[in-house]
């Protein structure tokens, strides 16, 4: 009787501490009770998925039971040191070792075809990971932030690998692919398509990069977060630099781009800090949103007479950009195209432009003077609000519309309220006298 007791006990505090650890995340009574009468209390598992380990971490064996391990069933077990995964296991879902930062040792059998989204995501004691040749697919970010990563192999029948799936693994240097992979091939450690055409991830570790000759576009991201390469020659023949392909190269200050590029992506160079100066060639035709944004060291740019259009938070936060020359071809000057360009001294908008869009201009708190072009129609809200240095602007009749707060916080708005009650150009009331009730 007294054993008997002992086991309920036993199995009712199994049950509450399983409650307490799932409730309210959609596992069923059903599913709870069956772990507490298997005496499993280590694992949730409904209908052979993994659905919750509420184990203390160290070396965790899954039970043979289990035939998917689901989202996030592994989060944040930050004592989880390795695993064993058995043979039944087809799929590894979203998120299922997130933030398992101790976790260094994992072997995913041959019975794998799926490793999810963010499925090791912040993996940082991971020194290295065998695929295996069953998996097709590779997740969105599903090794993102395995900082201790070193290498990487991707099996003959892999079919697609999501965005990010190596993303700021710092210690990367060296993707290798199958030969018999019919869709990936691997170029000096970096990823590509079969045809070496397109370069569509280079490791973050790597320092330096030798191109495939074949290479014809630098894919979206494809280098984001490579913070240890310093300088670059991206090799004739390639046309599109493509979105955030060199966003986050902290340390990149110098890169070449050739004759045959004809655009650079958004955010293709965001926060390259250490960038100092850039040629475009003559080839580009637009510059994408936000794609020098936060290149703090850019001092000098050379925007070349083919380009026609500047997109939106282009050069915002250039703060070592003093002067720039718009050539006449540009007829477009996007939305922040150069907010917070703190060092910016002068600038000369092209007669061919008919908008200054919201905010172009706000914060270049080292602008003495503009002139504004006959054929500009509409200043936008807070196109200059914030030069602070601003003294003196002219502004054309042509302009019809002038958004709120267009000149405020400039010297010439101050000089304007100290002459007039009302201040009005080309028949727009821009500013009244503060206080004035009439």
């Not at 005496?39 to 052979?48: K, P, T, Y």
Request: glycine content about 8%.
């Amino acid at each position: 009787m007294k054993n008997k007791m002992k086991r309920l006990t036993t199995v009712i505090i199994a049950a509450m501490l399983v409650c307490t650890a799932v409730f309210g995340q959609g596992i069923s009574w059903n599913t709870v009770y069956w772990a507490a009468e298997n005496d499993s209390s280590d694992f949730v598992i409904e209908n052979g998925v993994l659905l919750k380990y509420l184990g203390s971490g160290g070396d965790v064996v899954i039970p043979e039971s289990v035939t998917s391990i689901g989202d996030r069933a592994f989060e944040n077990c930050s004592r989880l040191t390795s695993i064993t995964i058995p043979d039944s296991v087809t799929s590894i879902g979203d998120s299922a070792f997130y933030e398992c930062s101790s976790l260094s040792n994992i072997t995913i059998p041959e019975s794998v075809t799926c490793i999810g989204y963010e499925a090791f995501d912040g993996c940082s004691s991971l020194t290295d990971i065998t695929i295996p040749e069953s998996v097709t697919s590779i997740g969105s970010a599903a090794f993102w932030r395995c900082s201790s990563l070193t290498d990487i192999t991707i099996p003959e029948g892999v079919t697609s690998i999501g965005d990010h799936a190596f993303l700021d693994c710092s210690s990367l240097t060296d993707i290798e692919v199958s030969e018999q992979n019919r869709n990936f091939a691997s170029y000096d450690g970096c990823l590509y398509d079969k045809n070496y055409e397109k370069l569509l991830i280079c490791p973050n570790g790597k320092n330096e990069i030798i191109f495939s000759e074949r290479t014809t576009g630098i894919v979206t991201s494809a280098f984001l977060g490579c913070s240890s390469l310093s300088s670059i020659t991206i090799p004739e023949g390639v046309t599109i630099i493509g979105d955030g392909a060199f966003s986050r190269c902290s340390s990149l200050s110098s890169i070449i781009i050739p004759d045959s590029v004809t655009s650079i992506g958004d955010y293709a160079f965001t926060e390259c800090r250490s960038l100092t100066d850039i040629t475009i060639p003559e080839s580009v035709t637009s510059i994408g949103w936000d794609a020098f944004t936060e290149c703090s060291s850019l001092s000098s740019i050379t925007i070349p007479e083919s380009v026609t259009s500047i997109g939106s938070g282009a050069f915002t936060e250039c703060r070592s950009l003093t002067n720039i020359t718009l050539p006449e071809s540009v007829t477009s000057i996007g939305s922040a195209a150069f907010q917070l360009c703190s060092g910016l001294t002068s600038i000369t908008i092209p007669e061919g432009v008919t908008i200054i869009e919201d905010s172009a201009f706000s914060g270049c708190s080292s602008l003495s003077s503009i002139t504004i072009p006959e054929g500009v129609t509409i200043i936008g809200d807070g196109a200059f609000s914030g030069c602070s240095s601003l003294s003196s602007i002219t502004i054309p009749e042509s302009v019809t519309s002038i958004g709120s707060i267009a000149f405020s916080d400039t010297k010439w708005l101050e000089e304007q309220r100290e002459e007039n009650l009302f201040v009005i150009v080309n028949g727009i009331l821009i500013d009244v006298e503060e206080g004035y009730n009439g």
